[in-house]
């Protein structure tokens, strides 16, 4: 009888190991464990060892501890969207390395963490929309380099790190709209990494701006470089030179000294507007005018010297013939003049 009880509670604890948590419905078959909409307030334990997708949205969740996931080790689909997440643990997903999607959409989350999804090697794509975010990290985490797909959309975004962007060289999908994107020297950044993306084939919803006001409403694309000029930028390196030319910037380089941006470009976030100056093409417009009225006094100055000449030459003429001629018409007899008379006619 102990042998046959110890028995029965071995195998009743390995069942009560891998069984489904009581509110989900768990399918073996399609490795799936349906736990949506059971009023979770956190992540259910007890789950089985061997699913790989977990559905989680339309629950009441607000936080993931660091461990939630140790027990799912071989996870490929999360899906915890509309929940009431605010924040997530670092390291709360690194045990999940072959998780392929992660649906963070509908929550309260407000900022995201340097290395938040470190150690997810084959993430590619990453859901963020539609939460309360205003903040992005630098980087999304170690091996995180494969994702193609990124939402940010309906969040409260102002400008996003060029850096973390570029950490991602698989991207083939970003989206951004919805977003209060501040057009200012801070985004300048985001300006060039978008125009390259798109050059080389990415997908994006693009960026319309909210400010400032001059610019409210404008796709960042079509807002010409000489406005973020006057700005001291604070952007990436220059890509060196076998990359990719961005569309309608050949030989356009970082913008300098350029013009002004327009009114209310004003310095936000360390963007402050150099001392006012003149603009390189003023200065240049008024050294060719200068040259231009030098050189054409110059001309003016020698066509009345030549004049003058001509005339005091002329005079001098008129006068040399006026003393040779007069005696000749005064004492020549009507013979010998009319041969001279009709030669000089």
């Not at 993931?64 to 929940?83: E, V």
């Not at 997908?203 to 001059?214: E, L, R, T």
């Not at 001291?232 to 050949?250: D, F, I, K, T």
């Amino acid at each position: 009888t102990g042998n046959w009880l110890l028995i029965w509670s071995v195998t009743l604890l390995a069942h009560t190991a891998h069984s489904c948590p009581e509110k989900c419905l768990c399918h073996r078959a399609s490795k799936t464990a349906d736990c949506k909409n059971r009023g979770f307030t956190e992540i259910p334990a007890r789950l089985p060892p061997e699913i790989q997708i977990l559905q989680l949205q339309n629950n009441r969740i607000w936080r993931i501890n660091q461990n939630a996931f140790t027990a799912t080790p071989l996870l490929k689909i999360l899906d915890l969207s509309n929940n009431s997440i605010s924040s997530v643990a670092l390291g709360a997903f690194q045990k999940l390395r072959y998780l392929q999607v992660l649906n963070l959409t509908r929550n309260l989350i407000h900022y995201i963490e340097n290395k938040t999804f470190s150690f997810l090697p084959h993430l590619k794509e990453l859901d963020l929309s539609s939460n309360s975010i205003i903040r992005l990290p630098e980087t999304f985490g170690n091996s995180t380099g494969n994702i193609t797909l990124l939402s940010v959309k309906h969040n409260k975004l102002q400008k996003m790190e060029r850096i973390l962007l570029e950490s991602l060289p698989n991207l083939k999908v970003v989206l951004f709209k919805d977003n209060p994107w501040q057009c200012n020297c801070n985004i300048f950044g985001m300006k060039l990494w978008l125009e390259s993306f798109l050059y080389r084939g990415g997908i994006s919803d693009g960026i319309i701006c909210s400010a400032p006001g001059v610019r409210k409403g404008k796709d960042l694309l079509k807002v010409p470089y000489e406005l973020f000029g006057a700005c001291a930028l604070r952007a990436a390196p220059v890509p060196p030179a076998s990359s990719h030319q961005w569309p309608g910037s050949e030989q356009r380089g970082w913008p300098k000294h350029g013009p002004h941006g327009e009114p209310g470009d004003g310095g936000r976030g360390g963007c402050e507007p150099k001392a006012r100056a003149r603009p390189v093409s003023l200065r240049h417009a008024i050294a060719t005018v200068v040259i231009t009225g030098v050189v054409c006094g110059v001309v003016c100055l020698m066509m009345l010297a030549a004049a003058v000449y001509g005339c005091a030459y002329a005079a001098i003429t008129a006068r040399y013939h006026k003393e040779q001629l007069g005696p000749v018409r005064q004492h020549g007899t009507p013979e010998e003049k009319e041969p001279f008379e009709s030669s000089m006619a």
